[in-house]
């Protein structure tokens, strides 16, 4: 994943991707103890996996997406992650 350098910082989160040969994108999450507590980063890990859930046919090709949080992600809301993470992936896209 990190060696097909496609890579976006986007506020709070680093986004990587990379196109695959299935006919459906994948997801993989890493947030670390650095982001907060456990009830912190399963917080993040739901609300990325539900925005995931609701942009994933719109990635064209489809891809295997990294999303890796930061500390700066445990105050982010709903709207800011997802903002942030489709900016990333349309710009994924159409590199």
Do not use: W
């Amino acid at each position: 994943m990190f060696a097909a350098r496609l890579r976006k910082s986007a506020g709070p989160l680093t986004v990587c991707a990379r196109a695959n040969d299935l006919p459906y994108c994948r997801l993989g999450l890493s947030v670390s103890r650095h982001v907060g507590a456990a009830v912190t980063r399963n917080r993040i890990k739901r609300l990325v996996r539900e925005i995931f859930r609701k942009s994933q046919h719109d990635i064209v090709p489809p891809q295997d997406v990294l999303v890796i949080a930061r500390p700066e992600a445990a105050a982010a809301t709903y709207a800011d992650l997802q903002h942030e993470i489709v900016r990333a992936l349309r710009l994924e896209v159409v590199s």
